[in-house]
């Protein structure tokens, strides 16, 4: 087997395990692999900025800020309140850090929305398991 057919090969089959655990998998468990996929997004987005591929650099946060984008979606300000809305303005401040990071080239900025996520994140998934 040549490499571009296991690398095929491979990728079908993590495509088939993503889609069964994302069936299976509760809301509270989407919102942390939304989150998980943002942080591997921005983190990748990083690299390729450090290594001067600007293509891959924009891909992969066109990727994280529309992963920002469906965490928004999920946010229900009715049921939610006041930490609704204060988590959708972070979210909302993360992806325009990520317009500015991608325009000026920024891995300081893209250090900062992955302090921010990771901070959302460690705090989600303290949630005990009777809330999920």
Do not use: C
Request: net charge negative; hydrophobic share 45%; proline share 2%.
């Amino acid at each position: 087997m040549t490499a571009l057919a296991y690398r095929n090969n491979a990728n079908k089959y993590a495509a088939v395990h993503t889609e069964t655990v994302i069936d299976d998998a509760s809301p509270h468990k989407l919102i942390q692999m939304l989150m998980n996929g943002f942080l591997m997004r921005v983190n990748a987005a990083k690299g390729s900025m450090e290594r001067g591929d600007f293509q891959e650099k924009s891909i992969q946060i066109s990727k994280a800020s529309a992963i920002v984008g469906g965490l928004i979606d999920g946010i229900d300000i009715d049921k939610g309140g006041d930490i609704a809305a204060n988590l959708m303005s972070l979210y909302e401040y993360i992806d325009a850090r990520l317009f500015q990071a991608s325009a000026q080239n920024s891995t300081e900025m893209l250090d900062e929305v992955l302090i921010l996520m990771r901070e959302i994140k460690q705090a989600w998934d303290t949630i005990p398991e009777m809330y999920q």
